[in-house]
């Protein structure tokens, strides 16, 4: 058997299994690639990470999902949820675990750690581009991650391998299948400045018009949960009088802005709204998303399992969740067999070019 080997953290675990799966069928062996290991707590809260096999010699794919805020430990007599800094230090503690005995170490964080806080503006800190490079420093060999909220954070390590992958074919697949839609009366709406080229590549890839986008006035005076909160939407762009619409953004945190701009559209006079983003977190309860599908302001939600998904939300008829698990396994062996990833980066199913056509 190859020496391919996957170190599937906690916060990852029904993921990394089906990835296992996959990868198990590519390489025709029935025997598991997954390492076990201890993510061990003390009852002070300090934890240690223990390797329970051998990774010498072997290519090494750590799998981690620091948004996953179900796991928990019991810190002085209390549970105490992991949060994205418990998860992003339990990674280093793995690094550690490893010592560079393995041949190579590749780590794959989809949601990258910190990303969010990716530039620095005035006196604070830089938390992605520090872990990026401490990742370096313990012993990483080659970043995977998907549709990071910024490309340009790969500038910390400008001598590393970083590899930025779309899960576009993944949930336009799954949206094409599961809706009858015709695009000429499909536009692709971007929620604001940010996701306009991420609009524009989905309406590419389905053959349909961009519609516009939303510019977000916001109170500069003000900070809330870290961000200044928005005063107004003001739509630019075409006339959305009984279109179906897609509004398309790299995540979805508490929902408000997606919200209010499907609201807007509404007014609008639009017809059928979708909602499709790579990360569906929920950060404030899916109430929220409740009230508005039963108020008629969104279709459909479509959503990965790139990142932890609660069961509630995935009992929702309105999220409906694309599987990115096969095209992982795809990248891992082909990092793996040294192979080109060109073909996976522009790989298109009949399926999309079938519904362009349309």
């Not at 520090?130 to 340009?152: C, M, P, R, Y």
């Not at 990360?279 to 309860?285: E, L, N, P």
Request: charged share 25%; net charge negative; hydrophobic share 35%.
């Amino acid at each position: 058997m190859e020496n391919l080997r996957l170190v599937v953290m906690e916060n990852m675990k029904e993921f990394g299994e089906k990835v296992n799966f996959h990868l198990k069928e590519m390489m025709n062996t029935s025997s598991d690639l997954i390492i076990p290991i201890d993510e061990v707590r003390f009852s002070n809260g300090e934890g240690k990470v223990v390797l329970k096999e051998s990774v010498r010699k072997k290519d090494i794919f750590i799998l981690s999902d620091p948004m996953n805020h179900s796991i928990t430990y019991k810190m002085y007599n209390y549970y105490n949820h992991k949060s994205p800094d418990d998860h992003y230090v339990d990674v280093i503690r793995t690094l550690c675990a490893i010592r560079n005995q393995a041949n190579s170490v590749s780590l794959v964080m989809p949601f990258l750690y910190g990303s969010r806080q990716h530039k620095r503006e005035g006196r604070e800190s830089l938390d992605c581009a520090l872990a990026l490079q401490e990742f370096i420093h313990q012993g990483v060999k080659n970043i995977i991650t998907f549709d990071v909220h910024d490309s340009n954070v790969q500038n910390a390590i400008p001598r590393s391998s970083f590899d930025n992958f779309y899960p576009t074919n993944i949930i336009l697949e799954k949206f094409v299948s599961e809706e009858d839609l015709e695009n000429d009366n499909l536009l692709a709406v971007s929620p604001d400045n940010g996701a306009l080229k991420r609009t524009r590549f989905y309406a590419n890839m389905l053959g349909c018009s961009l519609g516009g986008h939303f510019e977000k006035h916001r109170d500069l005076y003000t900070v809330v949960d870290g961000k200044n909160p928005i005063l107004e939407h003001e739509y630019i762009g075409k006339d959305v009088k009984d279109k179906d619409i897609i509004i398309v953004d790299d995540m979805i945190a508490s929902g408000e802005s997606m919200l209010d701009v499907a609201r807007e559209l509404k007014k609008r006079g639009a017809k059928r709204i979708y909602l499709l983003s790579a990360y569906a977190m929920f950060t404030k309860g899916i109430e929220v998303f409740d009230e508005a599908y039963k108020e008629g302001l969104f279709t459909k939600l479509y959503s990965t399992n790139l990142s932890y998904i609660s069961d509630e939300a995935k009992s929702r008829s309105w999220l409906s969740i694309a599987d990115c698990s096969l095209y992982l396994a795809k990248i891992i062996y082909t990092f793996h067999i040294g192979g080109s990833v060109s073909p996976i980066l522009s790989a298109t199913s009949k399926l999309l070019e079938d519904f362009a056509k349309k």
